[in-house]
């Protein structure tokens, strides 16, 4: 059984910062590339970054620059920097990871950056 829970969203001005966390309760989380993906309303998910395994990342060019991610697999948790956040970026975050040909997904933990 895989279970994901993403916490850190919240309101927060133009410019301002937030710090999201993903806790995987999943065997040998450090073997698993780990996604953060967004929606926003009215629209289809996006892949906002991603961290494999060895560390390799990758990321939206809507968010290069400004987000960062990152991985503690002592604590089984990935984490997602996001400074300099725009409007644009209000959405619902969730965390995702495939296993054995199955997608997992978090409840997702709402952004909403507004003045």
């Known amino acids: 059984q895989v279970q994901l829970m993403e916490s850190g969203g919240g309101l927060v001005q133009p410019g301002g910062s937030l710090r999201l966390s993903c806790a995987a309760s999943?065997?040998?989380?450090?073997?698993?590339?780990m996604n953060w993906v967004r929606q926003a309303p009215g629209k289809q998910r996006e892949l906002v970054a991603s961290?494999?395994?060895?560390?390799?990342?990758n990321y939206a060019d809507s968010v290069k620059g400004r987000f960062t991610i990152s991985r503690d697999n002592a604590k089984n948790t990935v984490y997602l920097q996001m400074n300099s956040l725009k409007p644009e970026d209000t959405a619902v975050y969730y965390c995702?990871?495939?296993?054995?040909?199955?997608?997992?997904w978090g409840q997702g933990t709402q952004v909403t950056v507004s003045s």
């Open positions: 995702n990871v495939a296993r054995a040909g199955m997608s997992y």
């Open positions: 999943i065997s040998a989380f450090s073997t698993y590339h």
């Open positions: 961290i494999t395994r060895d560390s390799i990342i």
